[in-house]
Structures are given as C-alpha cells and as structure tokens.
C-alpha cells in the first residue's frame, strides 16, 4: 500500500480522492483531459430506476465562493446507465466505481441496486437519501431516521457490494440518521449532500433558479462538512466518506482527521476541470509539510 | 476541451457598454466558429461562458458586454494580464450545410460568433449576407469588420436611428438566401424561428455550472431527446428545436 492509499469498505483506493456524484457526469469528459485512472474512484450521476429530465432551466445560481445547483437528478435511467454509460467508461476507466443511487420510493431504490449489483464494474452503492432538489423524493427519505433505515435496508437485501448511504445536513440530528443506516445495515456513510439555498435576482426581483431553491455547494460550505463527518465518524463504526466544498490537499487532510476515510470532490470539478488530478499530484508534498506518513494514519486523528 | 491560460494583447472599448479582448495563447481546441471559451475571474466561483469571435494565428478574439460583476472585472483588465480559460467548448456552426448564399443575422451581443462564421463562409467561396440587429446607432459595432471581409451587410436598429428601422426580421425581407445561422436574444430567435423560409441553426445561451457536459446544469428538451447547451450546443439545427412555455 502506498502514502495514499486506504482502504473503503475492503476495497483498497490508490487515495482517497473521489469525484462526487452530479458533478462528474459518468467519467468520460474528464477522461478527455486527463487520465481519470489517477483517482481513488469516482461516484457517477445519481441514477434512478427511470430516465428523468429533471428540472426547467435555470438550474445553475452563482454565490459567494459557491454555486446552487436544481438539476433535479436529470439521468437517462438505469437500464440505459448498464447498457450505455458504463460500456463507455469501461474505455476510459479501469478501477471500481461508484455507483450513485436515488429513488422516489423504497422499492425504487431496491430496484436500481439489485440491476447494479450484477455489474462488476461497480464497486459500492453510494445510496443517496439526501438530494434536496426533488419535491416529495429523496429529502424525505435522509430526515428521518425510520425512512433512512428502511431504504438501507430494502438495499442491503439485493446487494453483496458494499452500501454507503449518502446523508443529507438539512437536518437537525445527523448523528440519530447515521446510527440508524449503521443499524440497518450500511457498510459506509458519506456526507454531506447539498444544502438547502436560493438566490434572487435583484434586477428581476424573483428567484434565479426555476425549482426557486437548489441545493449549495462549493468551498463556503466547507466547514459544515468538517463538522458534520466529524459528528458522524465519532458515533458510527462504519468508514466516513467526507465531502462538502473540498477544493485542495489541505481539505482533504482536514476532513481525513474528522474522520473521513475517503474524500469526494464535487463542485470544484466543475470549475477547474483537473482539480482532482492536482490534489493527488499535491497530496505528498503537502502530507510532508504536516509531518503525515501515511494517509491512513490520520483518519479520525483530530479528537 | 483545454485549460490553459491566456495574456491580453489587447482590450478596448467599442461602445459604452462593449469591448473587444484579444488575447494569445493555446487555441489548437478552437475547432468551430459558435464555439465559446469559459473563463475564470478573481473572486468569482463559477466560470464565465463568452463565444468565439475570432480565431488566427493563436490569437482569440472575445467582444462581451459589461453587465455585471464578471464582465465588469474583464473590462478593467489591460494588456499583459493573464486569464485562465477552458477552450474548444461546444459544437459550434456546421458550414456544410449553408447553401451557396447563407445569411447570418445577429443581434447585440449574439453578433460576435458570427465573424468567425462569415470569414469560414466566405473562404468556403459563399455569398454571405449578415443582418445585424441593434437597439440603436450608439450601440452598433462589428459592422465595419463584417464589411471587410467581403459580406453583404444591413444594419436594423429598433429605434430607426441607423439602417433598417426594426428587427433583424425587418431587414431579412429584402435578402435573397438559401439557409441561415443565428445568435441573439431568445425573443430575436424566436421571431426567426417563424419568420425564415428556408432551415437554418440558432445559437443558444443557458446559465452554466461546467460548460463542459458534467454537470447537467444546461439542458434543455429537443425534438432529437435531451441536449446540454453546453456540449451538444450551443448551436442546434432549426428541425431539432422545441420551445418551451
Ligand atoms: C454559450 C454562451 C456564449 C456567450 N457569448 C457571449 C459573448 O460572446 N459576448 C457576451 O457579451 N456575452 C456572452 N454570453 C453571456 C455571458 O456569459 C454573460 O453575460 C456573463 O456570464 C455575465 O457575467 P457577469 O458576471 O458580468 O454578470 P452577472 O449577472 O453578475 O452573472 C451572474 C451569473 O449569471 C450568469 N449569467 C448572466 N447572464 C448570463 C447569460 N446571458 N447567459 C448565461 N449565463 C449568464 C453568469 O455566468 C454568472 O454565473 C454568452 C453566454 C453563453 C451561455
Ligand atoms: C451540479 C451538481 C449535481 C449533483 N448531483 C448529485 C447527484 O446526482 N447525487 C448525489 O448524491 N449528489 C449530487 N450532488 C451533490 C454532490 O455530490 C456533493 O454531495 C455536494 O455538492 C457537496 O460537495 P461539494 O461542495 O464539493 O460540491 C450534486 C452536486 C452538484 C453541484
Ligand atoms: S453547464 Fe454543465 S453540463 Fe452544461
């Protein structure tokens, strides 16, 4: 095992940097500019059991060191995502990968795990109960601790690849959700999903986004997640998939001593298209810095 | 797609509101016009997207109008200054199918792309006719640059202060043409959309996370499925497009 690398769940990651979900469409685009083979692994667009269009346009709000996104979980369906997408990131991408799930019900989850489950390239379900964008779906499912243990559940019941459940922070307990996916089954947690926001135009004088509210991301809600994976890793057993405005080495290590075991990177993606790349390239140089040998060492080291 | 960083040559003012960036560096993605380029500015967290108007000899030519923070920022910077910017965006104008007298008709700040298009047209041995729609005399630009490379060109200004007085569909009455290309304001667009006899492709803008194609914050519905301005577009063929509202 190398400086970076760390085990997820029993399977070993090169490191911990991994591309989050909606913010690194199914790979190939990057893999364009650069050798994606360079990452830990990479979380695909949030799939669901049927093709969705998602939400009108505007989608996109800029804010202070973040943006709002109101896509609206738009993916062209998981039988197309098996038939299309992953033949086509199989040219380009020759690790394990993450396979991002929502749902609208719990059968629907049950239902898109079981048809990835037979997929080898697929390494962990990353099962997200959190997004915010969608009315009456997936934010009911990651504010409560019953509906979160159901879905994790119905889940590990069609699977045998390991299952991370992806919380949402517009909560008020994150700790009681993650006990309870932790109870029902979940192999890992990963945090933190968007926040509720929204933006409006002051020339207009209504919202920016069509859907009005989308979920915020970026670098301003970087300590949010350092606090919340902290919270989480504390009270669960289970590994801790950290991210949430993660743009550098230093995020990285900051939300590996919280207690993140593997770190994604999301909106940072879109504006600097190597971004992932870079931090790898970084990560050594700045582990010697603070005197880290081995990155997985660190994990959970700030009490 | 690249990302690579570009020095100003030159930034200069065409109207009150509309200036001319020529910046050097690597421009081998830069493979259509109606491309667009998206450019990273200090303290801004999101990129900003601004078309192609020209492309020689490693030079890059953007005209943008200041209309707010982003483009405030880029007008204040002067020779020298660097930018950082993602080139080889988007699908771009496709020439093949122009005819042998293509129109191109532009208003405000949908006019730039189309230099680039009249000078591929033009060298393809096309009779290119361009109409460029303004509101008024004051905010005209490009019309000269157009003129020197040989297009037949008419000039709508909505307040009848230069030119035709109207829109761009007033001035495209009197044009004879066998297929058209277009960039400008949605309303524009859809004028064109009804008033054109023959098929053509229009230019589109959406408010962009990546522009790139990852992040889906683009995407609209066509007749074709689902596209992403950003990858698929921003130019789409008049048969594919489905208005929305
Ligand atoms: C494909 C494409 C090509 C373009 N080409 C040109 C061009 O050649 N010349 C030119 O002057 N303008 C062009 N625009 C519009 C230009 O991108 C916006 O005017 C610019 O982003 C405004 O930034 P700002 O910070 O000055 O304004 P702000 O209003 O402060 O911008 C705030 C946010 O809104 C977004 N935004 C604002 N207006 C638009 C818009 N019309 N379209 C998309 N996003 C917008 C910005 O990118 C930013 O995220 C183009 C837009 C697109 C999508
Ligand atoms: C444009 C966009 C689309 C997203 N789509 C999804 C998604 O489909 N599924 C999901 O679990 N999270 C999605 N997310 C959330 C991110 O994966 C991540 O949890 C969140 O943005 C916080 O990280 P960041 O601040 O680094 O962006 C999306 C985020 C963005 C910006
Ligand atoms: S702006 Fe991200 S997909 Fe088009």
Known sequence: MGRLSVDLCG????????????????????????????????????????????????????????????????????????????????KCFNKKVMANVSGFAVEDYAYTCEKL?????????????????????????????????????????????????????????????????????????????????????????????ANKMGGFSGSAI???????VYQVANAVNIPVVGMGGVSNAEDVIELMLAGATAVEVGAANLIDPCVCRDIINDLPSVMDKYGINNLSEIIGGAK | MKQSIFKIIENTQLTSTVFKMKLSGDVSEIT?????????????????????????????????????????????????EELDVLTGLGNGYNTALSGDKPVLLGGGVGVPPLYMLAKKLI??????????????????????????????????????????????????????YTYFYTCGPEPMLKALYKVTATSGQFSFEERMGCGFGACMGCSCKTITGYKRICKDGPVLEKEEILWED
């Open chain 1, 11 to 90: 399977i070993t990651l090169d490191n911990p940097v991994i591309p989050a979900s909606g913010t690194f469409g199914y790979g190939y685009e990057f893999a364009e500019i650069y050798d994606i083979n360079v990452l830990g692994t990479f979380s695909f667009k949030g799939t669901t059991k049927d093709p969705r269009f998602g939400n009108p346009t505007p989608r996109i709000a800029e804010c202070n060191a973040g943006m709002i996104n109101a896509v609206g979980l738009q993916n062209p369906g998981v039988e197309k995502v098996i038939s299309e997408e992953l033949p086509k990131l199989k």
């Open chain 1, 117 to 209: 489950d037979k997929e080898e390239q697929v390494g962990w379900l990353e099962v997200n109960v959190s997004c915010p964008n969608v009315h009456g779906g997936g934010m009911s499912f990651g504010t409560n601790p019953d509906a979160a243990a159901e879905v994790t559940a119905a889940v590990k019941k069609v699977t045998t690849k390991p299952v991370i459940i992806k919380l949402s922070p517009n909560v008020t307990d994150i700790v009681s959700i993650a006990k309870a996916c932790e109870d029902a089954g979940a192999d890992g947690i990963s945090l933190i999903n968007t926040l509720l926001g929204m933006r409006i135009d002051l020339k207009t004088k209504k919202p920016v986004i």
């Open chain 1, 222 to 228: 970087f300590p949010v997640a350092v606090r919340m």
């Open chain 2, 32 to 80: 259509s016009p109606g491309q667009f380029v998206n450019i990273k500015l200090e303290g801004l967290y999101l990129r900003r997207p601004i078309s192609v108007c020209d492309c020689e000899n490693g030079v890059l030519t953007l005209i943008y109008k200041v209309v707010g923070k982003g483009t405030e920022q880029m007008a204040k910077m002067t020779a020298g």
């Open chain 2, 123 to 176: 060298a393809e041995g096309k009779k290119v006719s361009v109409v460029l729609g303004f509101n008024t005399k004051d905010e005209i630009f490009c019309e000269e640059d157009f003129k020197a490379l040989g297009a037949d060109v008419s000039v709508a200004t909505a307040d009848g202060s230069y030119g035709v007085k109207g829109f761009v569909t007033d001035a495209l009455k009197d044009i004879d």
